[in-house]
């Protein structure tokens, strides 16, 4: 992985990110929608104007991993949206966080994840939260290592489907 950098992404990202995200996305959870479903959900959360106007947000943060040049992975960090009781705007959430199939198992993810909270406590400790799939398992391994426990549940919706996502907090 020594090829491997993690940046802070910037403007010129926005179609770098919106790309990447669409594909990590199929790649891990495409096969449990239907192909109209995934479209219309990949259209309206992955798109460069999006994505622009989210790196123009000083309230977030994104990161992209670049191998040998190629974006493999990236993170988005922000203000706490989940629907839980306890979320105050003073906590924040690792927003999304995903790894190219091909570069899986190598720690970017946990390389990620460190620069995301990081970003987050940046001006000291603050209760942090983190959505993640139900049947995610090695995702919620690869947060719970790093203090957070389940405290919720919500729905997640692509379409019709609605997954099961488990609420996660440290702090």
């Known amino acids: 992985m020594t090829n491997t950098t993690i940046r802070r992404a910037d403007a010129s990202d ?14 891990a959870f495409g096969r449990l929608y239907p192909p109209e479903d ?12 999006k994505l622009a106007g989210e790196l123009a947000d000083p309230a977030m943060a994104h990161w992209l991993a670049k191998h040998g040049g190629e974006p493999v992975g990236y993170a988005v960090a922000g203000p706490c949206g989940l629907p839980h009781p306890d979320v105050t705007p003073a906590c924040g959430e690792l927003k999304r966080i995903y ?12 390389r990620l994840l460190d620069e995301a909270l990081a970003w987050l406590e940046r001006d000291g400790p603050r209760r942090l939260w983190i959505g993640v799939f139900s049947q995610n398992l090695g995702a919620q ?31």
């Open 14 to 27: 926005a179609g770098t990110l919106a790309a990447l995200g669409a594909a990590t996305f199929t790649d």
């Open 38 to 49: 995934l479209a219309a959900f990949i259209a309206s959360t992955h798109t460069t104007a």
């Open 99 to 110: 790894v190219s199939r091909t570069r899986q198992g190598e720690g970017l993810g946990a």
């Open 141 to 171: 391994r690869l947060y719970e290592r790093h203090g957070f426990r389940k405290v919720g549940d919500y729905v997640f919706e692509v379409g019709a489907t609605r997954d099961p996502e488990f609420i996660l907090r440290r702090g």
